[in-house]
């Protein structure tokens, strides 16, 4: 198996000499954050995180992003919290891109390492710590738990990304896969976060247009990506929300693999009254 990477926002600032104009978007369709624009100066900090940064690259907004948020989150030594999540509703997905930040999650103490996945079910109770000399960095996507009469939440877990194959999709000469971390049959996971691997020379060969809204971090790997009228060339690090029926497809425009961590919402009846 090829050394996978996982990348990380550049940091830093970019000289007085840099160019100004870059490939970010903001539509009501979509938006583009490109890796070259999460710098020191865009980062916040927040409430019972220590020595702690966070990229914010998703929040609901009403009429554009609706259900969920995205952050990368960067760890000092010394750093991290033992209150992280101030929703008790909110269900999770912590995906690490580099380090080996500490967890503990409902009482079990994990090391966790880059490609390491955590789904943390709502309720559940965890603490995250680092103290390594150099960050540890990750992927957290937060969503509040849709809860549904008799239908228990599901559990928290630890994995990794080496751990599970890709399932490649019909049809495309072993090209284009997913990384599925759950059972996608289980109605109780209100939300996907899967990898999608599109090999040298793969497409989404159609307009894939459907209720679900996406936030998507590439891992690695080049493509150019359709999204609605639009077409953009992405590569790693940089961060795409497409809301729901947003138009999208892409070929890969690279030498090697194009990976990217994808959020979806699933499983749940649309809410037929507009709340905000």
Known sequence: MAKRTYATPPAGLLPQTALTMDRSVFKTAYAVIPARV???????????????????????????AETFAEYVVEVSSGGGSDQPEPDPDAEGVLFVLQGNPKLTLDGKRHTLKPGSYVFIGPRSRWSLSHGGKEPAQFIWVRKRYSYVDGIEPPKSFVTHDDEHDVQLMPDCNGVWGTTRFIDTNDVAHDMHVTIVTLQPGGVIPFQETHVMEHGLYVLEGKAVYNLNEDWVEVEPG?????????????????????RYLLYKDMSRHPALTIHG
């Open 38 to 64: 999460q710098r020191d100066i865009v980062t916040t900090r927040l409430p019972h995180w220590k020595n702690t940064r966070f990229w914010v690259l998703a929040r609901p907004l009403s009429g554009f």
């Open 238 to 258: 940089d961060f795409l929300w497409l809301r729901a029926f947003c138009p999208q497809a892409c070929y890969t425009a690279g030498p090697g693999p194009f």
